[in-house]
């Protein structure tokens, strides 16, 4: 008994300062974002007094309103064509029988082995190929950063695994009734797929919002860059402003945070129906 103990406060204090490690450099930049720029260079831990204007001028040198409006536009595009592709890929390949149909999901899931790096050149060759010879503005623009990243192997995977635990008596049922497989999917899974569908939305929304290189790649004026280039280009220019760079950084952090403990319990649960869990 004393032994069990003795490993669950050591298991707990690894943890904490687990925690602590990774929380300690988020607490430092929302202190540093209401220091005076002198408190920020000498590294003070907490500002003698909280300084509100440093976020308002902040946003007004970093141009951050239209880059929080094209972020949330590009974020929001990605994540409901993701959803949308992902749903559809999900479900043949989870409940519909038909030759060659392991091998489909073995070819998706081995997409996962690819690094991002190594598709960066085909995806920009393929965008500016269709910006010269389709009438859509490819380049500069949402769609070069949005289409592209709709069909997410890893979104298809885990519907996938969660559609595969709903039980065949909901579709012997539906069969009954005169329902086809988009009249089940829709009326029926959909409901029940609440939980992974917020999941998938939530990694979505993350990549799309943190996305930098891409846009670098895709975009050279400021018309459809995302606050993630606005930020880069916002701590370069700041200087030894360090106090504006923190107070940029956590309004560019605060939209993930707000999304997350919005859905938390979804998310969490989600990602433990779709045989994710550790």
């Keep these: 008994m004393a032994t069990k103990s003795r490993t669950n406060w050591l298991v707990y204090g690894g943890l904490s300062l687990g925690g602590l490690a990774a929380g300690f450099p988020f607490a430092w930049m929302l ?90 050149v085909p995806n920009f060759l393929t965008v500016t190929w269709l910006h010269r010879n389709t009438p859509i503005t490819w380049l500069n623009s949402w769609p070069a950063q949005t289409i592209p990243f709709m069909a997410s192997a890893f979104s298809i995977f885990l519907l996938r695994q969660f559609m595969r635990g709903i039980p065949n008596e909901l579709w012997d049922s539906a069969r009954i009734d005169g329902a086809g497989h988009a009249r089940f999917l829709f009326q029926i899974l959909l409901p029940l797929c609440r939980a992974p569908l917020l999941t998938v939305g939530m990694f979505t929304y993350i990549g799309s919002w943190n996305a930098l290189a ?6 050279n004026t400021p018309d459809w860059r995302p606050i993630s280039v606005g930020l880069q280009q916002f701590v370069s220019e700041a200087g030894a402003e360090v106090h504006l760079q923190m107070a940029g950084a956590v309004i560019a952090t605060f939209p993930v945070l707000l999304a997350y403990f919005l859905i938390q319990r979804e998310f969490t649960e989600g990602i433990s129906m779709s045989g994710l869990k550790g």
């Design 31 to 120: 202190l540093a974002s209401f220091m005076t720029r002198g408190e920020s260079l000498r590294r003070a831990f907490l500002p003698d007094q909280l300084q509100w204007d440093n976020y308002i001028q902040a946003w007004r040198e970093a141009d951050f309103g239209l880059y929080f409006e094209n972020s949330l536009i590009i974020a929001a595009l990605q994540v409901v064509g993701t959803l949308l592709f992902s749903l559809l890929a999900a479900y043949p390949l989870a409940r519909m029988k038909f030759t060659g149909r392991d091998a489909v999901f073995t070819g998706v899931l081995a997409t996962l082995m690819i690094p991002e790096t190594v598709t960066i």
């Design 214 to 219: 891409w846009p670098l790649l895709v975009t």
